[in-house]
């Protein structure tokens, strides 16, 4: 562990040498412009994807619960995972909402691993008059995405005598994922012209606040999620191999291609790419700090910051493209793999947290146990 946090200090260290040169220029780039891009083509639009690859799984739950075919839940399988990849977009902005409603969104619609124990208890005691309870800190355990992926993809369905619980579980929490994406796509869209508008970079800045999620979402998510706990990095260090914590472990067949769309996520706010793909080159961080003309220097060499966050990115690609596309049997039959990738994205995060944000002159205002 002493040679692991070596490696961590040496890292940050490297990462910490930042020559910012702006040719004289003050820092008046259009960030409303910026904002306008990320907010219009990219964040509004994927909830509008999510929330309707979700209302068209409501409308197929509906004619499972009164038939229960295997073609409604092949259907229902299916529209799992286009909406699992549209969450990928989503779950990174919670701007304007206090942690407890940011916990109801990201880990309330998207926390894995789910616990089977818990989803079961819920089926078994489940009645037309009594609500679920799907408010309490508990119960991100046994609602959202991953557990509809134990819901249709183990078997659940098959092997629990009681049917009609089960499908009236399953509605339940197809409706409750439903009603907070709805809710949340209508926050932006109401809200939208104030957060635009909102470019400051202090504490409550829009900007400032965004690019704040963003960096969270990659370290958090990204890193730490999808690839530190399966491979066992998190939290103890150890490297054992847990592949249950792998997203869609029922499914894990999909766990790599909502990895990319997650690293695509962050790939299209930083180069400002619209979520359907139609602006390919808009007003993004990139833009931003070639604005600034910020160098870093690696060790004799020095390079553009915004090319070396997109030599990185590239350095991602390639790292995970030599993995399985099931990350639960990357992890059992190759985990060194699994670690690689996660030594990349490790350098990765530094360089976002400690260089753009002093090039950008934005604080840091979440707080992690990691040292990065």
Request: charged share 20%.
């Amino acid at each position: 562990m002493k040679k692991w946090i070596a490696l961590v200090v040496i890292v940050s260290t490297l990462f910490s040498c930042v020559k910012e040169n702006t040719n004289g220029n003050i820092d008046n780039y259009n960030r409303q412009k910026l904002l306008s891009n990320w907010v219009e083509h990219s964040i509004i639009p994927s909830f509008i994807a999510l929330e309707t690859e979700v209302q068209a799984m409501q409308t197929i739950k509906n004619s499972f619960a009164n038939s229960a075919t295997q073609d409604d839940l092949n259907k229902l399988k299916n529209n799992l995972f286009e909406a699992q990849k549209a969450w990928q977009y989503t779950a990174m902005f919670d701007l304007g909402q206090n942690f407890e409603d940011l916990a109801s969104f990201r880990l309330f619609t998207g926390n894995y691993p789910v616990d089977p124990v818990l989803i079961k208890e819920q089926i078994s005691n489940i009645n037309t008059t009594v609500d679920v309870n799907f408010n309490s800190s508990a119960s991100i355990h046994y609602q959202g995405l991953n557990a509809i992926d134990y819901l249709v993809n183990s078997d659940t369905f098959t092997s629990f005598e009681n049917k009609e619980n089960y499908q009236l579980f399953l509605s339940k929490v197809i409706d409750a994922l439903l009603t907070r994406i709805s809710q949340r796509k209508t926050y932006w869209e109401t809200n939208k012209e104030t957060i635009i508008n909102n470019t400051n970079k202090t504490a409550t800045g829009s900007f400032s606040v965004m690019i704040n999620d963003y960096i969270s979402y990659a370290e958090q998510e990204l890193r730490t999620a999808k690839i530190g706990n399966p491979s066992g990095i998190f939290p103890t260090f150890t490297t054992s191999k847990n592949p249950q914590n792998v997203e869609s472990y029922y499914s894990s067949e999909n766990s790599k291609a909502l990895f990319i769309e997650n690293l695509k996520a962050l790939k299209n706010l930083f180069y400002g790419a619209s979520y359907d793909g139609s602006i390919v080159s808009g007003s993004g961080i990139q833009e931003y700090l070639i604005f600034l003309n910020s160098d870093i220097t690696i060790g004799n060499q020095t390079v553009l910051l915004s090319k070396y966050i997109e030599k990185n990115f590239d350095d991602i690609d390639v790292a995970v493209t030599i993995l399985d596309d099931d990350f639960a049997k990357q992890v059992e039959t190759d985990n060194a793999k699994m670690i690689a990738l996660y030594n990349v994205l490790q350098d990765f995060i530094p360089l976002l947290k400690t260089n753009m944000m002093q090039v950008l002159n934005i604080n840091i205002d979440y707080v992690d146990s990691d040292g990065d």
